[in-house]
T-cell receptor, first 116, second 116 residues
Framework: AQTVTQSQPEMSVQEAETVTLSCTYD???????LFWYKQPPSRQMILVIR????KQQNATENRFSVNFQKAAKSFSLKISDSQLGDAAMYFC?????????????WGAGTKLIIKP | DSGVTQTPKHLITATGQRVTLRCSPR?????VYWYQQSLDQGLQFLIQ???????AKGNILERFSAQQFPDLHSELNLSSLELGDSALYFC???????????????FGAGSRLTVL
């Protein structure tokens, strides 16, 4: 079974600085999708960014960007100009095709702390 | 507000009891997914329904069951509850039945179940 690994249980960053959250995954597929979701204290799971494996260009969404390295099976999230509202759990997820259906496989999450 | 509504937000019950969690998907979405998030863990996929029919099943215990009604709302029934069932239960919805890898799930705020 595919797995998603987030090796940093917790990260902290000074407000306005840049932080990178790491994610690695294991797959034998060539075409797949990767996601970063944010879970603030409100518990809501919010999609941050999405990357399609067949696209070489790294996805960006405003202050959020990814460093997608397909050969290394790495999918890190960079948050620029960190804001207090970015404090949350961040989950990396891989979209797996299984039994004629796509399902998300989740990492354990990284808790991001923003220092004012 | 994501458009996915989950009730109740919090539920405290005793071991051996049965509870029902309810989810109303976002307007226009036909698929409903149920996930379990235990403390400091990623999400575990339980089950998916599409337009009233079971579409995919994950690590759902036999004590748990779900269904999706004609109005597309879904209920997750948890019976013979054990202490280990204490978790956050998320419902998510999507417009398609899960055959697109790019399919984005919209999550509800979750139902926190505490079993004493």
């Amino acid at each position: 079974a595919q797995t998603v690994t987030q090796s940093q249980p917790e990260m902290s960053v000074q407000e306005a600085e840049t932080v990178t959250l790491s994610c690695t995954y294991d797959t034998s597929e060539s075409d797949y999708y990767l996601f970063w979701y944010k879970q603030p204290p409100s518990r809501q799971m919010i999609l941050v960014i999405r990357q399609e494996a067949y696209k070489q260009q790294n996805a960006t969404e405003n202050r959020f960007s990814v460093n997608f390295q397909k050969a290394a099976k790495s999918f890190s999230l960079k948050i620029s100009d960190s804001q207090l509202g970015d404090a949350a759990m961040y989950f990396c997820a891989y979209r797996e095709y299984m039994d004629s259906n796509y399902q998300l496989i989740w990492g354990a999450g990284t808790k991001l702390i923003i220092k004012p | 507000d994501s458009g996915v509504t989950q009730t109740p937000k919090h539920l405290i019950t005793a071991t051996g009891q049965r509870v029902t969690l309810r989810c109303s998907p976002r307007s226009g979405d036909l698929s409903v997914y149920w996930y379990q998030q235990s403390l400091d863990q990623g999400l575990q996929f339980l089950i998916q329904y599409y337009n009233g029919e079971e579409r995919a099943k994950g690590n759902i215990l036999e004590r748990f069951s779900a269904q999706q009604f004609p109005d597309l709302h879904s209920e997750l029934n948890l019976s013979s509850l054990e202490l280990g069932d204490s978790a956050l239960y998320f419902c998510a919805s999507s417009v398609d039945r899960g055959i697109s890898g790019a399919n984005v799930l919209t999550f509800g705020a979750g139902s926190r179940l505490t079993v004493l």
